[in-house]
């Protein structure tokens, strides 16, 4: 007989700290996309990972010098946690940028959608413990959400050979992500979540450093306005230093896959953001996305407790 998974000990049936912290990652990512896109008017992608990036290791190393040092790394750890600094901010942020460079936003935006999708695979993979019928629900309906949303633009969707690299390579930053929110947990359990932000996203940013000096140099930043250099900020310090800070807290006390469902509000908060900001008034099929997604996370976070207690009710 096969036994069903169940929620780990770990996982806290209630968390609203926790859950209202994601909600508002979501509203970071989501607004970051169009302050993104206004840096990249003055910067090459290369240049503003190498300024970006240092902004959210200073986040951290004073989060760290507030809450006290760090524990010693265990030499068998070492690999894991330089391997997944790698792959979770070096990897990532390349494929992602020049994936987004190679294809249209519509197709970016669904492929990056299914990272729930590939957590739920990596995390059933590893054993990790939180996957159930009412998980894969969850999911199944916020990829249907991000799904409608972006066949319901007017530019809609489509595979085709000037985008195929693009999208190939969105696809790879959405299986890398997925398998760095997987593959930490483990290391935030035993050692924190602190620590592990700290050492996975110091290690990883200085690859990019060392790959956007060349950019960097050519970049005139003492022409730049004052426009690119909030962007720079807001980038760095929220979308990557606090961010960072609050999916981590969600991995670690909601579990990889359920923390991952909440990525797919970030196309909600950005379609919201393009109609006030942009004036870009979305379709009634998005609309329709857009409930879905909500729908998709509630039950991916909270369906196996109401499920359980309408079946107890039932009997």
Do not use: H
Request: charge should be positive; aromatic fraction near 10%.
């Amino acid at each position: 007989m096969t036994r069903e998974p169940v929620i780990p000990s770990d996982a806290p049936p209630s968390d609203p700290v926790t859950d209202l912290g994601l909600v508002g990652l979501t509203l970071i990512w989501g607004s970051n996309f169009a302050v993104v896109k206004w840096a990249l008017e003055e910067l090459s992608p290369l240049a503003l990972n190498a300024l970006r990036f240092p902004l959210a290791c200073l986040v951290i190393w004073v989060v760290v010098r507030a809450t006290g040092p760090l524990p010693r790394i265990r030499p068998r750890d070492l690999p894991a946690i330089l391997g997944l600094g790698f792959l979770g901010n070096a990897a990532y942020q390349l494929l992602f940028i020049y994936g987004l460079d190679g294809t249209r936003a519509g197709n970016a935006a669904l492929l990056m959608a299914t990272v729930p999708v590939w957590a739920l695979f990596l995390a059933a993979a590893t054993r990790e413990g939180t996957l159930d019928r009412t998980v894969w629900g969850g999911v199944f309906l916020t990829v249907l959400g991000v799904a409608l949303m972006v066949i319901g633009g007017s530019g809609g969707v489509g595979i085709e050979g000037a985008s195929l690299r693009g999208d190939l390579l969105m696809l790879l930053a959405a299986i890398s992500w997925a398998a760095y929110t997987v593959g930490t947990r483990p290391l935030s359990l035993r050692y924190g979540a602190l620590p592990v932000i700290a050492w996975t996203l110091w290690s990883g940013s200085a690859v990019l450093v060392v790959l956007g000096l060349p950019s960097l140099a050519d970049a005139q930043l003492a022409s730049l306005g004052a426009g690119p250099w909030v962007a720079v900020v807001f980038s760095g310090v929220f979308s990557l230093g606090v961010a960072y800070l609050l999916w981590y807290r969600g991995v670690v006390r909601l579990g990889s896959a359920r923390t991952s469902a909440y990525s797919n509000l970030v196309p909600v908060v950005a379609l919201l953001v393009a109609w006030l900001w942009l004036g870009e008034v979305p379709a009634g099929l998005q609309l329709v996305g857009a409930a879905i997604i909500l729908s998709g996370i509630f039950l991916a976070r909270w369906g196996r407790r109401w499920w359980g207690r309408g079946r107890v009710t039932a009997g």
